[in-house]
């Protein structure tokens, strides 16, 4: 059973409980499968991007009580840190919902004065948010050209600079490593493995060391990070409370010595 995420930023747990381990969380917009019921209010889905957990029963919206005008409506993401959504489209407008980046929301062909963008929310309430929050919801391929797509990696990746580090996060609210590295493919239109591992059945493969280049990513025990180049890398690290960079040579002042010795793989979805 299909169903659509209607809170902001959805807690995806490893129990049946909110007293547990995070494992991810759904945005706001995105499709999840209903696997099964588990207990109490606590449901097992598999996100989109393949990933299975638990989430709570008010969280979602099953498909056939949606709106069918959403359902049918192109859909775009927010880009921004976060996307507020009114009922006028005006600032005073009386406020409807947030979104973070990453989240989705249907469109409605108005705009006005160019600055807003008329949206419709699951339940079929129609709002208004900047067009400038909103952008494309990239597919696979849609940017073609390599050196193009690697640079838009690292942009993307650059985006959250300076959010906290949260265990099983991934928005500018917080996220953790693999949080970083996942959203930044998804927002170009890749899925990629949500945790910091190679895994069989996804894009991401396995290269040399020698042969990272610029939007690739760095594995170490339990950890991951996307390359940059000349040695440097962006990654989101307890140790730096959040997404900053490091590097990879000695004499820079913000060399991490703990992860040159346990860089154990270079992963690249250009092979």
């Known amino acids: 059973m299909k169903a659509w995420i209607i809170r902001d930023i959805a807690p995806l747990m490893s129990e049946p409980t909110a007293m547990c381990e995070l494992a991810d969380e759904a945005l706001f917009?995105?499709?999840v499968e209903i696997l099964s019921h588990q207990e109490g209010q606590w449901y097992r889905v598999r996100t989109h991007y393949r990933y299975e957990a638990l989430i709570h029963r008010d969280d979602f919206l099953v498909e056939e009580l949606c709106d069918p005008e959403w359902v049918r409506a192109e859909k775009k993401v927010v880009i921004t840190p976060y996307a507020d959504i009114h009922a006028e489209p005006k600032v005073q407008g009386a406020f409807l919902q947030g979104i973070p980046r990453g989240g989705?929301?249907?469109?409605i062909a108005e705009t006005r004065d160019d600055r807003w963008q008329k949206v419709l929310l699951p339940d079929g309430t129609e709002g208004w948010t900047f067009v400038d929050n909103l952008t494309d919801l990239l597919e696979l391929d849609d940017i073609a050209d390599e050196e193009e797509l690697r640079e838009s990696?690292?942009?993307t990746a650059e985006m959250y600079l300076g959010a906290q580090y949260r265990w099983g996060g991934k928005t500018p609210a917080g996220l953790d490593c693999s949080g970083l590295t996942s959203?930044?493919?998804?927002l170009?239109?890749?899925?990629?493995?949500r945790d910091a591992a190679i895994k069989d059945g996804f894009i991401l493969k396995e290269i040399p060391k020698e042969d990272i280049q610029k939007g690739d990513l760095m594995f170490f025990p339990g950890h991951v990070a996307?390359?940059?180049e000349d040695g440097r890398y962006i990654h989101s690290s307890s140790a730096n409370n959040g997404v900053d960079y490091n590097s990879l040579n000695e004499e820079d002042e913000d060399y991490r010595e703990d992860l040159v010795n346990s860089y154990t793989?270079?992963?690249?979805i250009f092979r």
């Open 153 to 155: 990696l690292v942009r």
């Open 104 to 107: 989705r929301i249907a469109v």
């Open 265 to 268: 793989a270079a992963a690249s």
């Open 226 to 228: 996307m390359y940059i």
């Open 188 to 193: 170009n239109g890749y899925t990629i493995y």
């Open 29 to 31: 917009g995105m499709p």
């Open 183 to 186: 959203m930044a493919y998804l």
